[in-house]
């Protein structure tokens, strides 16, 4: 855009266009001034104005009234488009109809989210908007955080402390633990205690192979340890070995409850107080007023 134009635009105003679009309409001032409530000396000045900018006379005086000019003529699509992008800024996004939406959503969720919430979620997605698609990564909070705000992602999924003021953060769920074996383990032939859990051998779900965790962390406050056997990254092959072992696990409740009855598990609270903590749903604000993330925004949230 040259200079030139740049000072055209800033000499003018919605209201002129306003007024130059009436004119079009109904070709007399008078009628124009009624209508958007102001003076006949305001439409003068308007009609004066838009001569100016334009550099055309655009309404000839008639006896019925004003002519446009052929340039009005050719110029009054472009205005009204103009006038018409305005207002629906205004208005804000349009109202989301899922059955029709077309579009790719980038989520990153780490796998314990894409375990325990993606399924559910994605089950009543899908279920109301065939045509979205989703791309899921794994992907740590720092990184989650620099995505979103880099626009690369539009959801982060998981625990986050501070995520920052640029984040809106919305509360999924308080994460509960459950003891989790195959059903008929000898664990839950009786009431399950510290002791007879110590004494277990343990899965735990660690993402760079180390074989202490928060439930260790918790045993140790107490003076106690237990033994774990295996470390393993993901936590659906920890549920597929826990089916045909006698390994026990501590993991996600809400994960141990849509998986149990696949995989042949029991599963029980465990013998001690493990300290909960809080899954969220991330999208920058810049985000905020998007129809198709707000709808599926709400769909990871439960009923």
């Not at 305005?86 to 349009?94: C, E, F, N």
């Not at 989301?96 to 325990?116: Q, W, Y």
């Not at 880099?150 to 509360?171: M, N, Q, Y």
Request: hydrophobic fraction near 45%; charge should be neutral.
């Amino acid at each position: 855009m040259t200079e030139y134009d740049k000072n055209k635009i800033r000499r003018l105003d919605l209201s002129v266009l306003l007024i130059f679009l009436a004119l079009m309409r109904t070709r007399k001032a008078a009628d124009v001034a009624a209508e958007l409530g102001l003076t006949n000396s305001s439409i003068s000045h308007a009609i004066r104005r838009l001569r100016d900018i334009f550099e055309d006379e655009l309404f000839l005086r008639r006896p019925h009234g004003l002519e446009p000019t052929a340039f009005a003529e050719r110029i009054e699509p472009d205005v009204r488009d103009a006038v018409d992008a305005v207002q629906r800024a205004l208005s804000g996004p349009a109202e989301f109809d899922p059955t029709r939406a077309r579009g790719l959503v980038h989520i990153s969720a780490n796998d314990r989210e894409v375990a325990g919430l993606i399924p559910e979620a994605f089950a009543r997605v899908t279920a109301e908007a065939p045509g979205l698609r989703f791309s899921v990564r794994s992907m740590s909070n720092p990184d989650s955080l620099r995505s979103l705000a880099d626009g690369s992602l539009d959801l982060a999924v998981g625990f986050f402390r501070d995520p920052g003021p640029d984040v809106e953060k919305v509360h999924l769920r308080t994460e509960t633990y459950s003891l989790v074996a195959r059903k008929g383990h000898p664990i839950f032939q009786a009431e399950v205690d510290v002791r007879a859990y110590t004494s277990a051998s343990h899965i735990l779900v660690s993402s760079d192979g180390t074989l202490t965790g928060i439930v260790d962390q918790v045993l140790a406050d107490r003076n106690m340890s237990r033994r774990v056997c295996l470390a393993i990254p993901s936590f659906m092959p920890a549920l597929a070995i826990l089916s045909n072992s006698d390994f026990v696990a501590t993991l996600p409740a809400s994960l141990v409850r849509i998986h149990a009855a696949q995989f042949g598990l029991a599963y029980r609270p465990p013998p001690l107080e493990i300290r909960t903590f809080d899954v969220s749903v991330l999208r920058h604000r810049r985000n905020l007023r998007d129809p198709m993330l707000s709808w599926c925004l709400d769909k990871f949230v439960p009923a």
